[in-house]
């Protein structure tokens, strides 16, 4: 075993006590000794502190200028994660691919040394979360194991196809275990991806990971890998928990959500509308009935392209114009200003966003109120900027909006970007506030 994320000062004085991590060891201070296993730190963490699990479980943290002394009392095991064997698969149930991305859900803890790994088999899921195998009969793929601030469209992209093989493999449904962070980012990228997909394309994530007494990581994915198989729905959903309790889940259209909160179980919300579904007591309550119903162009078209030259901006007091200028001139070919109220930048940004759009650039707009829609009529600014060319884009999210012009940058000709934004495609926008 290594001494993983230690640095400095602190990792010759552990290399020299002969330490690793998970071992036993006292730390003496002038005033106390500490026994307790050694912990590994995270590669970012500071270097100035050690980390000790104590006998109570509770870790702490000791600044490497208070040791005057590190014993070894005891070697220490490696993480253990055995695959415990299969429980019995009840036959004849809905086929659902899991698609593991990575995040804070499924992953495992070895609560001796801290060390976290990815879930990587169905066996070891069904061994974690036993009530899958008898909703589904699971197969699991790991694409990645990143955290979603570390997305990309290029994942975008590979998530895309995976989810269209297993379409074309006669899968029921697939689920997809994702970060929270920037779920409903990807939500809204596989929206766009998959047009028509003719079975339940379902994100979950956690918020509280498996170790803790309040995780949402089990009901979560019980409830995803339920709608998943039963539900009969068509198209990208977000399933997490709706509310306080701990058996009610809310199903989002994959581009009406949100998150809206940092740490709350229930921080996804659909917004400028209501959660398609519920997930309650293990009963699936349907409330939107048109996401069972086969969509008007019929069959299943995978678009997995993505062209990430795409900006998101918000505007404020003081925004620059030269912000524009700069990216434009760095070759970004499109952007989504997130707007003051009902879809306003300052008089002082005409200029550069007239710029943009001389080099060819779109420039949408959608509102940083988060609920309602830009409506850019009512006043003169909002008329003015219409009149340069910005394309209001109504009750879109920001997210969804950014994901959709990366998606059309990428499938379609530039010709064609201004017309593909404004028109609602796939529920992404409410046409009655497109003005
Ligand atoms: N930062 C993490 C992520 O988005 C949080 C989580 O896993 O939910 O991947």
């Not at 959660?275 to 048109?290: M, T």
């Amino acid at each position: 075993m290594t001494l993983e994320g230690y640095r400095g000062k602190l990792l010759e004085i552990l290399s020299n006590a002969k330490c690793s991590i998970g071992d036993d060891i006292v730390i003496v201070t002038e005033s106390r000794s500490i026994e307790g296993v050694l912990m590994p730190r995270y590669q970012y963490a500071d270097a100035e502190h050690l980390v000790l699990k104590l006998k109570n479980g509770y870790n702490i943290g000791i600044s490497a200028d208070r040791i005057k002394k590190i014993k070894l009392i005891g070697k220490g095991k490696e993480p253990s994660f055995a695959t415990p064997p299969k429980p019995e698969q009840t036959p004849g149930l809905p086929k659902v691919l899991i698609l593991g991305t990575g995040g804070t859900i499924a992953s495992r803890i070895d609560y001796r040394t801290g060390g976290v790994r990815a879930v990587i088999s169905s066996e070891e899921l069904y061994h974690l979360v036993p009530e899958l195998s008898s909703i589904a009969e699971i197969t699991t793929d790991i694409l990645f194991n990143i955290y979603s601030e570390n997305m990309t469209s290029e994942h975008w992209s590979k998530i895309a196809t995976r989810v269209a093989e297993a379409i074309r493999a006669g899968y029921d449904g697939v689920v997809i275990t994702h970060g929270t962070d920037t779920l409903h980012y990807t939500s809204a990228a596989l929206t766009f991806a998959l047009e028509s997909p003719p079975l339940p394309v379902v994100l979950v994530g956690a918020q509280r990971s498996s170790d803790r007494p309040s995780s949402d990581s089990a009901s979560n994915l019980i409830g995803a890998v339920k709608f998943a198989a039963e539900s009969r729905a068509k198209g990208v959903f977000v399933v997490m928990h709706d509310g306080p309790s701990d058996d009610e889940l809310a199903v989002h259209s994959g581009v009406r959500v949100r998150k809206l909160h940092t740490s709350r179980r229930d921080a996804f919300k659909s917004v400028n509308s209501e959660p398609v579904a519920r997930v309650k007591n293990d009963k699936i309550e349907i409330l939107e009935e048109s996401i069972r119903e086969e969509k008007e162009s019929g069959s299943f078209r995978l678009f997995e392209k993505f062209d990430d030259r795409a900006a998101l901006l918000k505007v404020y007091p003081g925004f620059h114009h030269s912000i524009i200028k700069d990216l434009v001139d760095n070759g970004i070919r499109g952007f989504i200003l997130e707007g003051t109220g009902l879809g306003h930048a300052p008089k002082s940004s005409y200029g550069a966003i007239t710029y943009a759009m001389s080099k060819g650039a779109f420039v949408g707009m959608t509102s940083q109120c988060i609920n309602g829609s830009v409506r850019m009529t009512v006043y003169d600014t909002g008329r003015d900027l219409l009149s340069i060319g910005v394309k209001p884009l109504g009750d879109m999210l920001s997210e969804v909006a950014l994901a959709k012009l990366m998606w059309a940058l990428g499938n379609f000709d530039t010709s064609e970007v201004g017309d593909i934004m404004t028109k609602n495609l796939r529920g992404e926008m409410q046409e009655r506030r497109l003005l």
